[in-house]
């Protein structure tokens, strides 16, 4: 099981961009991770998801075309860029692996079993 670290959050004007590292322990080939964001009136949502397999990529319609995730294989670090920052983008970002495929749907965050502690990122108007 690997063990995920995230950095790169940070306050940021509205706007701006954005770049999220998750660096994890172990191989992370053909597994599912993903970034996901937590606010206590949303609660943990979904942003973006890829297979590493295929490097097939998901996004939430809430920050599809401002937000690309990708992965370097040979770092072992998950990305998340984000520009045209909003402050609803406001959250603790999580970065979340799980073995194996995506499951559908691949916003659930039961369906990942290993997570970081997050990064939070601020946005101000």
């Known amino acids: 099981q690997v063990h995920l670290v995230e950095s790169g959050g940070g306050s940021v004007q509205a706007g701006g961009s954005l770049r999220l590292s998750c660096t994890a322990s172990?191989?992370?080939?053909?597994?599912?991770m993903g970034w996901f964001r937590r606010t206590p009136e949303k609660g943990r949502e979904g942003v973006a998801v890829?297979?590493?397999?295929?490097?097939?990529?998901y996004y939430a319609d809430s920050v599809k075309g401002r937000a690309t995730i990708s992965r370097d294989g040979a770092k072992n670090t998950l990305y998340l860029e984000m520009n045209n920052l909003e402050p609803g983008d406001t959250a603790m970002y999580l970065c979340?692996?799980?073995?194996?495929?995506?499951?559908?749907?691949?916003?659930?965050?039961?369906?990942?079993?290993?997570w970081g502690q997050g990064t939070q990122v601020t946005v101000s108007s």
């Open positions: 172990g191989n992370t080939d053909s597994i599912c």
């Open positions: 979340a692996a799980e073995e194996g495929g995506c499951y559908t749907p691949v916003f659930e965050p039961d369906a990942f079993g290993t």
């Open positions: 890829i297979y590493t397999g295929n490097s097939r990529t």
